[in-house]
């Protein structure tokens, strides 16, 4: 939607066009936590999207993204990660509840295969298409790793990667880093976990996910 717009179309098309077309997905997820998610369903199951958010995101922020899909002929599938949105919280505690905290990295995954077996594949779409933002691309990544005959093709916005370069010296890796980001955003990076993405020819590229905590300073603009 052309943005010029959207702040006068958003109330009067987007939001009926949501409350009319969703369909409310929930479903017990790793550690029996309620994952809440949307489909939305054209009518000749063609292709279908899932859309794996990045961090601290809920679908309601896609709604937008989702509709403009949904005019382009794609069904939609989207569900919250646990601990964010509104799926339920790995903590207990009230004051911890807008942590975005999980015990295990894998449990995003396994939550994903569940929404994917358990919900997409029985809509019979002759295609399926998955679409990872930030944290969400790593989390796709994973996925992928063990299950790429699930999907037809993947795409990784901004995703959490960092490219093992095991033939460079750390410390030209750390100069170039600082050319592009800066020392401060460079310094603040975080190692969260290792990945490994496989396509369906057998192609395995090797990456160290990362969690940029000065996202807005990175050369592709992301929000996690």
Known sequence: MIDDHLQDEYGTVIVPFWKEKNHPISFQGTDGLKI??????????????????????????????????YLQGYSVFIA?????????RVLADE????????RDFQDYVSDLRKFYRDF?????HKKHVLLGHSMGGCIASLYL??????????????????????????GIVDAMLDLELGPAARRNTRLTNTATT???????????????????????????
Request: positive net charge; glycine residues 6%; charged residues 30%.
């Open 120 to 124: 997409v594949r029985p809509t019979a």
């Open 36 to 69: 809440r998610g949307m489909a939305f369903l054209q009518p000749s199951p063609e292709t279908t999207i899932v859309i794996s958010s990045g961090q601290s995101e809920s679908f309601l922020k896609y709604k937008e993204f989702v509709h403009d899909l």
């Open 80 to 88: 919250d990660h646990r601990g964010q949105g509104l799926s339920d």
């Open 198 to 224: 496989r396509t369906k020819n057998s192609r395995t590229d090797t990456f160290r996910s990362t969690l940029e905590s000065d996202a807005s300073r990175v050369r592709r603009k992301s929000c996690c």
């Open 145 to 170: 790793e063990k299950q790429y005959q699930d999907f037809d093709a993947a795409v990784l916005s901004s995703p959490m990667h960092e490219p093992r370069l095991g033939f460079l010296p750390t």
């Open 95 to 102: 004051t911890k509840r807008q942590m975005g905290h999980v």
